[in-house]
C-alpha cells in the first residue's frame, strides 16, 4: 500500500480526461469547479492531514458523478411516480428533464372503458348484434345453439340485451284531430320529424302536453301488457306470452374470448412502463444549494465507505520498531451505510412533503385556519 500514490493534498479536474467513470457531467461548469472542491472537503473530513488518505481524486470524483446520479435518480423516480398515470402511453422518444407535466385523465379513461364495455356505452369489446326466428306457439329457444350455428365457440357467446321493447311511444301517439279539417296540421313535416311528433295546429301546444301523453301510452304498455316479457338463463330464451305467429327477435351479445383481449398499439414508441419514462441525468448547473449540500454529504458517505473497503484489505499493518496497529475499516463501513441510509431517508421524505397530495392538504389546512382567523373579526356597522 505504501508505493501506490495517495491524496496529495490538492487536485485539478480535467474534462475528457477520463477522471469520472461514465463523463456524465464533466462538461458542466459547475460541476468542473466543485469537483476539486468535494474532494478538498471529503479529504479534510477524512482526516488530512493530520491522517494519510489511502484515496486518490479520481476515486473521490467517482464518488461525486455517483452521488449526483443518485440524486437524479431519486427524484425523477418521486417525479414518475407522481405522474405515471398521466405519462404512460405519452411518447418516449422527448426528454423530460425540465418539463412541468400537466396531469390528464387519458390513462384514467383507458383503464376505465373496460366498465363501459360491460354496461354498453362503449369501451374496447366489440357488440355484436343477431336475430332468431319466433314460431307460432314455441316458447323457448337456445341460443347457444345458434351461436354454434353461426360460426362462434361453444360458450363463448354471452347476451347483452333482447329487444323485446315495442316501438317508441312517440311513433304511437294518434292524434285524434289530424286530418279532420278543423285546422291541425303537421307543420313538422318540412323538417321530417313528422313520423316523430303528432300534428299541431297554430296554437304551440307546452312541450309538457307531448310529454304527459307519451307518459300515459308507456304506463299503458307497463300496466296492461305487463305480461310481454322474456326470461334468460345460460343462453336458454322463454318467451313471454308464447307467440301467436311467426315473428323475429333481435339481440345485441359479446364473445367472452373478446374479454381476455390484449389492447395494444403499435404506432410510434410510446411508454409502457416505468423504465421507458424518458428522463435523463440531472444537469447539475440547476441543482440548487439544498440539492447540492445533499449530495456533498452522500459523496462523502461514500468516499467514507470506499476508504473503508481500501482499509480492509489491510487490516494491520507494521509501524517502524515492529509494532502493529489495526485500521478502522469496519467503522467507515458501519458509518457510511447509516448516513447512506439516512440521507436517502431525509431526501424521499422532503420529496413526499412536496409531493402534489401533501400540498393540497397544506393548501387546505392553511384556508380552513384563514376563516377561522377571520371569523375573530367584529364585522362593520354601517349606518345610513
Keep these: ?8 493534498g490538492s487536485s485539478s479536474f480535467q474534462s475528457g480526461s477520463g477522471d469520472t467513470p461514465f463523463g456524465f457531467y464533466d462538461g458542466d461548469v459547475d460541476f468542473q469547479r466543485d469537483a476539486d472542491k468535494v474532494t478538498v472537503f471529503c479529504a479534510r473530513r477524512l482526516g488530512y492531514p493530520i491522517t494519510d488518505t489511502e484515496l486518490q481524486e479520481l476515486n473521490i470524483y467517482a464518488c461525486f458523478e455517483e452521488a449526483i446520479t443518485t440524486y437524479g435518480n431519486e427524484v425523477y423516480l418521486w417525479k414518475l411516480q407522481e405522474n405515471y398515470l398521466s405519462l404512460e402511453g405519452a411518447p418516449s422518444d422527448q426528454n423530460l428533464n425540465g418539463q412541468l407535466i400537466t396531469p390528464n385523465q387519458g390513462t384514467v379513461i383507458r383503464i376505465a372503458e373496460q366498465y363501459g364495455s360491460e354496461a354498453g356505452t362503449g369501451g374496447n369489446i366489440e357488440y355484436r348484434t343477431g336475430s332468431i326466428a319466433l314460431t307460432q306457439s314455441v316458447q323457448n329457444y337456445d ?54 311528433s303528432p300534428g299541431i295546429n297554430f296554437l304551440l301546444m307546452p312541450i309538457s302536453y307531448d310529454v304527459q301523453k307519451l307518459q300515459a301510452i308507456e304506463l299503458n304498455d307497463q300496466v296492461r301488457k305487463s305480461n310481454y316479457t322474456f326470461q334468460l338463463r345460460n343462453n336458454k330464451l322463454k318467451i313471454f306470452p308464447i307467440p301467436i305467429k311467426d315473428e323475429t327477435l333481435h339481440f345485441e351479445y359479446i364473445k367472452k374470448s373478446d374479454r381476455s383481449q390484449v389492447i395494444t398499439q403499435t404506432s410510434g414508441s410510446v411508454i409502457t412502463n416505468p423504465s421507458e419514462v424518458p428522463y435523463d441525468n440531472p444537469t447539475y448547473a440547476n441543482i440548487n444549494s439544498i440539492g447540492r449540500q445533499w449530495i456533498f454529504k452522500y459523496t462523502l458517505a461514500l468516499v467514507r465507505e470506499t476508504l473503508g473497503l481500501i482499509r480492509g484489505k489491510h487490516q494491520q499493518i507494521v509501524l517502524p520498531g515492529g509494532d502493529t ?34 400540498q393540497l392538504e397544506k393548501k387546505s389546512t392553511e384556508s380552513d385556519m384563514l376563516r377561522k382567523e377571520l371569523s375573530n373579526i367584529p364585522l362593520t356597522i354601517y349606518v345610513k
Excluded at 500500500?1 to 496529495?8: H, L, S
Excluded at 345453439?145 to 333482447?162: F, M, P, Q
Design 1 to 8: 500500500m505504501a508505493d501506490i500514490a495517495i491524496w496529495p
Design 143 to 196: 341460443l347457444e345453439a345458434w351461436a354454434v350455428n353461426n360460426g362462434l365457440t361453444e360458450g363463448d357467446l354471452e347476451i347483452k340485451r333482447i329487444f323485446y321493447e315495442p316501438s317508441p311511444a312517440i311513433v304511437r301517439f294518434f292524434d285524434p284531430y289530424a286530418g279532420t279539417g278543423t285546422g291541425v296540421q303537421t307543420l313538422l313535416e318540412s323538417f321530417g320529424f313528422g313520423n316523430f
Design 325 to 358: 496497529t489495526t485500521l478502522n475499516h469496519a467503522d467507515l463501513l458501519s458509518l457510511a451505510k447509516d448516513e447512506k441510509y439516512k440521507l436517502l431517508e431525509e431526501l424521499r421524505d422532503m420529496l413526499e412533503r412536496t409531493s402534489r397530495n401533501k
